[in-house]
C-alpha cells in the first residue's frame, strides 16, 4: 500500500465513535537510576501514574512487548534507533508529568503549556523536539434545541513529537485516540514511518472533527431557519439563534487558529518531521480550510436569519398597529354620535323626533360598515 493511501487511511479515524475502557492507573513512580522502577506490564493498571494512558513502544512499525520500566523502554528503542516510544497521557498533574519531562528533557515552557492547557492551536520548535496543540471538537446531541442548548464541547491534545518519542497530553471529556492507535498498529508500514507519522494521523484525525461538527451544526441552522421562516416565524425564538452564534463562536476559536500551525508544519523544513510526511500535511490543511470557510457561512447565514427574523416581527407589530387602528376608526363613528347627542341642549335636531333614535343608529351601522368594507378590501383588517 503507497504511503499516500495509509495516509489518507488514517484521515479516517475521526468517525471511529467508539471509546476503549482503560483501566485504573497507578501511581507515578519516578523515572531514571534515582527513580524507582514502574511496572508496565500489569495488564489491569495504567503504568505510570492517574493520568497515563497508555505507554507502548514500536521498532519498524511493530508493537513491542512490555518492558519492566519506560527507562528500558526507551533505552532499548534509543539503542536500537530504529523505533520510537507513544506516550499517552490524561490530564496530568505537574507532579505526574516531572518525571516525563526530564527524562524526555522537554523543554519547561512547553510543559506548562501541556500541564495546564487552554492554550491556542499552535506549534513550537524547540532544540530536539516539537511540541504541537490542537483543539478537538465534539458536537452534543440533543434532541431539541433550546436558548441554553449546548451544541459542541470542546477539549485539547497536546502532541510532544521527537526522533524517537511521542508524548500526546488530552484535556477534555472527549478525543480519545485509542481507535487512532489501534488503526495505526494495523498499519505497521504507517508507523515504520516513526514519530511525525503519528502527529499527521493526529491532525488529521482533529480536523475530520471539525468538519464532522460543522455538518451537525448545518442541521441546527437549517432547523432554526425552517422555524423562522414558517407562517409563525414571527413568534420563533430568537434565543436559539443567540445561542447558535455563541456556540459557532466557539467552533470558530478552535478551527480558525489551526490555520497557521498547520501551514509551518505543511511548509517549513523540520528535522522532526521527513519531507515524506509533511507534504501530507497540505492535504489536512486543505481540509481544514473546508471547515474555516463552512464556519465563517454559517456566521453570516445566522445573522441573515436573526435580521430576517427581527423583520418578521416589526412586520407583525405593524400588521397589529394597522389592525388596531382600523378597529379605532370603526368605533370612532358611534363613539362620536353618542357623544354629539349625550350633550345637554335643548334645541337639537331630531332631538323629539319619533324617528330620530332609528335614524341615527342606521347612519351609524351604515357608515361603521362602510368603513369596515374599506379596511377590509385594503388588507388592514
Known amino acids: 500500500m503507497s504511503m499516500a493511501g495509509n495516509l489518507r487511511k488514517v484521515g479516517s479515524l475521526g468517525k471511529v465513535s467508539s471509546l476503549r475502557k482503560v483501566g485504573r492507573l497507578r501511581k507515578v513512580a519516578r523515572l531514571g537510576r534515582r527513580r524507582s522502577r514502574v511496572d508496565l506490564s500489569h495488564p489491569a493498571r495504567s503504568p505510570l501514574g492517574s493520568s497515563v494512558v497508555n505507554c507502548v513502544s514500536y521498532r519498524r512499525g511493530v508493537r513491542q512487548p512490555s518492558v519492566d520500566t519506560l527507562v528500558e523502554a526507551v533505552e532499548r528503542i534509543r539503542k536500537t534507533d530504529d523505533g520510537f516510544v507513544w506516550l499517552g497521557l490524561h490530564e496530568p498533574t505537574e507532579q505526574e508529568f516531572a518525571d516525563i519531562a526530564d527524562l524526555f528533557d522537554l523543554h519547561p515552557l512547553a510543559v506548562e503549556d501541556a500541564v495546564h492547557a487552554h492554550q491556542r492551536p499552535k506549534v513550537e520548535r524547540y532544540d530536539h523536539a516539537l511540541f504541537a496543540v490542537f483543539k478537538t471538537v465534539c458536537y452534543v446531541e440533543h434532541t431539541e434545541l433550546t436558548a441554553t442548548s449546548e451544541v459542541v464541547d470542546t477539549g485539547e491534545i497536546m502532541v510532544f513529537v521527537g526522533r524517537d518519542f511521542v508524548i500526546t497530553v488530552r484535556h477534555g471529556r472527549h478525543g480519545s485516540l485509542g481507535p487512532l492507535r489501534e488503526e495505526l498498529e494495523a498499519s ?122 427581527l423583520a418578521q416581527v416589526t412586520v407583525a407589530q405593524n400588521e397589529d398597529m394597522r389592525k388596531i387602528t382600523a378597529w379605532a376608526a370603526v368605533v370612532a363613528v358611534p363613539t362620536m354620535a353618542c357623544g354629539l347627542y349625550g350633550m345637554n341642549f335643548d334645541h337639537m335636531p331630531e332631538l323629539h323626533w319619533r324617528y330620530g333614535y332609528p335614524l341615527i343608529m342606521s347612519v351609524i351601522t351604515a357608515t361603521c360598515f362602510a368603513l369596515y368594507r374599506g379596511f377590509r378590501r385594503n388588507g388592514w383588517l
Open 188 to 309: 505497521p508500514e504507517q508507523l515504520a514511518q516513526g514519530p511525525a507519522a503519528v502527529l499527521h494521523a493526529i491532525a488529521d484525525q482533529v480536523v475530520d472533527d471539525y468538519l464532522a461538527a460543522t455538518d451537525a451544526v448545518q442541521s441546527d441552522i437549517d432547523q432554526v431557519e425552517t422555524d423562522v421562516f414558517a407562517p409563525d416565524g414571527a413568534r420563533a425564538d430568537p434565543g436559539r439563534i443567540y445561542q447558535l452564534k455563541r456556540e459557532l463562536l466557539e467552533l470558530k476559536r478552535a478551527v480558525v487558529p489551526l490555520g497557521r500551525p498547520l501551514q509551518v508544519l505543511a511548509s517549513t523544513p523540520m528535522r522532526a518531521i521527513a519531507p515524506e510526511i509533511q507534504a501530507y500535511f497540505r492535504d489536512v490543511d486543505d481540509h481544514l480550510k473546508r471547515a474555516t470557510e463552512q464556519i465563517a457561512a454559517f456566521d453570516e447565514l445566522l445573522n441573515s436569519i436573526l435580521q430576517a427574523h
